[in-house]
Protein backbone atom coordinates (compact mmCIF):
# COMPACT_ATOMS: atom_id res chain seq x y z
CA UNK A 1 0.00 0.00 0.00
CA UNK A 2 0.88 3.43 -0.80
CA UNK A 3 -0.38 6.53 -0.06
CA UNK A 4 -0.48 10.43 -1.26
CA UNK A 5 -1.48 12.98 0.04
CA UNK A 6 -1.72 16.51 -1.69
CA UNK A 7 -1.16 20.49 -0.76
CA UNK A 8 -0.21 23.55 -2.23
CA UNK A 9 -3.40 23.59 -4.50
CA UNK A 10 -5.04 27.32 -4.58
CA UNK A 11 -6.06 30.56 -6.73
CA UNK A 12 -3.31 32.52 -8.39
CA UNK A 13 -3.59 35.09 -11.71
CA UNK A 14 -2.29 34.18 -14.56
CA UNK A 15 1.07 34.23 -15.33
CA UNK A 16 1.80 33.50 -10.85
CA UNK A 17 3.05 30.66 -9.35
CA UNK A 18 2.17 27.51 -7.35
CA UNK A 19 3.92 24.51 -5.83
CA UNK A 20 2.05 21.39 -5.44
CA UNK A 21 3.33 18.74 -2.60
CA UNK A 22 2.48 15.36 -2.40
CA UNK A 23 4.27 13.55 0.88
CA UNK A 24 4.28 9.56 -0.40
CA UNK A 25 4.28 7.02 2.05
CA UNK A 26 4.05 3.49 2.42
CA UNK A 27 5.81 0.51 0.32
CA UNK A 28 8.53 0.23 -1.93
CA UNK A 29 7.73 4.59 -2.47
CA UNK A 30 11.31 4.30 -4.29
CA UNK A 31 10.70 1.28 -6.53
CA UNK A 32 7.87 3.25 -8.27
CA UNK A 33 7.00 6.15 -10.89
CA UNK A 34 5.91 8.94 -9.05
CA UNK A 35 3.79 10.96 -11.75
CA UNK A 36 1.25 14.35 -11.42
CA UNK A 37 -1.56 14.18 -13.79
CA UNK A 38 -4.73 16.75 -14.06
CA UNK A 39 -8.21 16.81 -14.91
CA UNK A 40 -11.26 19.08 -15.50
CA UNK A 41 -15.03 18.46 -15.30
CA UNK A 42 -15.96 16.13 -18.72
CA UNK A 43 -12.13 15.39 -19.65
CA UNK A 44 -10.23 12.80 -19.38
CA UNK A 45 -7.36 13.05 -16.52
CA UNK A 46 -4.41 14.11 -18.31
CA UNK A 47 -0.44 13.83 -17.48
CA UNK A 48 1.81 16.51 -16.16
CA UNK A 49 5.30 15.33 -15.19
CA UNK A 50 6.91 12.08 -14.54
CA UNK A 51 9.84 11.55 -12.03
CA UNK A 52 10.81 8.05 -12.65
CA UNK A 53 13.20 6.06 -9.94
CA UNK A 54 16.65 6.71 -11.79
CA UNK A 55 15.20 10.57 -11.24
CA UNK A 56 14.47 11.54 -15.27
CA UNK A 57 11.59 13.26 -16.03
CA UNK A 58 9.26 14.17 -18.55
CA UNK A 59 6.36 16.74 -18.93
CA UNK A 60 3.68 17.23 -21.69
CA UNK A 61 4.18 19.75 -24.19
CA UNK A 62 1.95 21.90 -22.57
CA UNK A 63 3.71 22.82 -19.76
CA UNK A 64 7.87 22.57 -20.84
CA UNK A 65 9.83 24.78 -19.31
CA UNK A 66 7.04 26.34 -17.06
CA UNK A 67 6.57 23.00 -14.61
CA UNK A 68 9.62 21.37 -13.03
CA UNK A 69 8.65 17.88 -10.87
CA UNK A 70 11.20 17.12 -7.80
CA UNK A 71 11.54 15.16 -5.30
CA UNK A 72 12.86 15.32 -1.92
CA UNK A 73 12.61 12.01 0.57
CA UNK A 74 9.10 11.41 0.80
CA UNK A 75 7.66 14.53 -0.58
CA UNK A 76 7.17 15.39 -4.68
CA UNK A 77 6.76 18.41 -5.92
CA UNK A 78 5.43 20.58 -8.90
CA UNK A 79 6.73 23.44 -9.08
CA UNK A 80 4.81 25.35 -11.60
CA UNK A 81 5.00 28.79 -12.88
CA UNK A 82 3.41 31.59 -15.21
CA UNK A 83 0.43 29.60 -15.26
CA UNK A 84 -1.97 30.29 -18.01
CA UNK A 85 -5.84 29.59 -17.78
CA UNK A 86 -5.69 26.35 -19.21
CA UNK A 87 -3.56 25.32 -16.12
CA UNK A 88 -6.67 25.08 -14.70
CA UNK A 89 -8.10 21.57 -13.24
CA UNK A 90 -7.76 19.42 -10.16
CA UNK A 91 -4.35 18.12 -9.62
CA UNK A 92 -3.46 14.61 -8.61
CA UNK A 93 -0.28 12.51 -7.32
CA UNK A 94 0.17 9.15 -8.47
CA UNK A 95 1.97 6.11 -8.29
CA UNK A 96 2.94 3.04 -10.35
CA UNK A 97 3.11 -0.26 -9.39
CA UNK A 98 6.79 -1.23 -8.68
CA UNK A 99 9.64 -1.32 -10.95
CA UNK A 100 7.47 -0.43 -13.71
CA UNK A 101 8.33 2.48 -16.16
CA UNK A 102 6.75 5.60 -16.17
CA UNK A 103 3.74 5.56 -18.72
CA UNK A 104 1.51 9.03 -19.47
CA UNK A 105 -1.21 6.35 -19.30
CA UNK A 106 -3.59 7.06 -15.97
CA UNK A 107 -4.90 3.90 -16.09
CA UNK A 108 -1.57 2.47 -15.23
CA UNK A 109 -1.40 4.12 -12.16
CA UNK A 110 -1.70 2.09 -9.15
CA UNK A 111 -2.51 4.87 -6.11
CA UNK A 112 -3.49 8.41 -6.40
CA UNK A 113 -4.26 11.17 -4.33
CA UNK A 114 -7.06 12.66 -3.42
CA UNK A 115 -6.38 15.74 -5.43
CA UNK A 116 -5.58 19.53 -4.78
CA UNK A 117 -7.41 22.25 -7.12
CA UNK A 118 -5.52 25.12 -9.08
CA UNK A 119 -7.43 27.65 -10.37
CA UNK A 120 -6.12 30.33 -12.54
CA UNK A 121 -7.86 33.74 -13.52
CA UNK A 122 -7.21 35.84 -16.41
Known amino acids: QVQLVESGGGSVQAGGSLRLSCEASGNGVNTRCLAWFRQVPGKEREVVAT?????STNYADSVKGRFSISKDKNFLYLQMDDLKPEDEAMYYC??????????????????WGQGTQVTVSS
Open 51 to 55: RDTDG
Open 94 to 111: TAGSSYASCTTVATRYQY
